[in-house]
């Protein structure tokens, strides 16, 4: 069996009447791509910020690459990569300042690997953050997570605000630190991202863990969504089964047009808080 990455017992963090999030238990292998999945709101920030102690939690615990946050959260945050979902820099500084900065922090010469990232990223990064678009900025956040090689990377939505040619370059990174042994965590509400690139996720909604699985299995136990029309007529259902079972139960019918799909995200999370309630 691997090691944990992150392993998370029974985390709750509440502001006051406002949701947080509750008894969240959460384990991650090393080595994973590891997907955190909900909607905007569900409490993923609030799980990252108390992982990486930027936020006091009211009880549970947090240990992260073996060692326990609250007692080794120095040592550990030098191991550890993050982007947030919104990046924040002084307004004024260079891209390339902000990125030796970030090194700099960590004691570290990250010049070589910076470099490699934003030639990959196509970051101009003698631009001032204040002359960037969100997508730049965001991509200098990617090079400020990623330059020191860590062994943990924790994402929060990282491609919002990238076009799609760098979410495909951002992902070939993630999946080649991952092959050198990198640990990511991948939190997100678009559940493409997911399904292409992590093997395992969980779902929060409202604050609480409500399904931790592979995406296969997750993805399966929820059947197809059919469109079809018959006879000029629109329906839509669920299909649990095989395609050659859908086949034949439509079999005879004036069909002129069929479409399947997978369910989207919500049809997923209704899925489960249906099964909650029964």
């Given at each position: 069996m691997s090691n944990l990455a992150i392993d998370i017992q029974h985390l709750t963090k509440t502001y006051g009447k406002n949701r947080g999030v509750s008894d969240l238990t959460l384990q991650v292998n090393e080595g994973e791509i590891f997907g955190f999945l909900?909607?905007?709101?569900?409490?993923?920030?609030?799980?990252?910020?108390?992982?990486l102690g930027l936020i006091r939690y009211q009880s549970g615990s947090v240990q992260l690459l073996g060692s326990d946050l609250a007692t080794n959260k120095e040592a550990l945050l030098r191991e550890i990569g993050y982007l947030p979902s919104e990046v924040m820099y002084y307004p004024s500084m260079k891209g390339i300042d902000v990125i030796k900065y970030a090194a700099s922090m960590r004691g570290m010469d990250c010049s070589e690997e910076a470099a490699k990232l934003c030639e990959r990223l196509k970051i101009d990064t003698?631009?001032?953050?204040e002359e960037l678009s969100l997508g730049n900025r965001k991509k200098i956040g990617i090079v400020c997570a990623m330059q020191h090689k860590p062994k943990l990377l924790i994402f929060d939505e990282p491609t919002s605000g990238l076009d799609p040619l760098m979410q495909?370059?951002?992902f070939k990174l993630v999946t080649e630190y991952n092959a050198q042994g990198t640990t990511c965590f991948l939190s997100s509400h678009v559940l493409s991202e997911i399904k292409k690139y992590c093997e395992r996720v969980a779902i929060i909604r409202e604050g609480h863990l409500i399904k931790t699985d592979t995406v296969e299995n997750l993805l399966s136990s929820q059947g197809k969504i059919v469109k079809v029309f018959v006879d000029g007529e629109y329906s839509t259902f669920r299909h649990a089964g095989t395609i050659p079972e859908l086949l034949q139960q439509l079999e005879g019918k004036n069909i002129t047009d069929l479409e399947i799909t997978e369910p989207d995200i919500e049809d997923i999370f209704m899925s489960f808080y249906e099964e909650d309630n029964k």
């Open positions: 909900g909607p905007n709101g569900a409490g993923k920030s609030t799980t990252i910020r108390s992982m003698e631009k001032r953050i495909a370059e951002f």
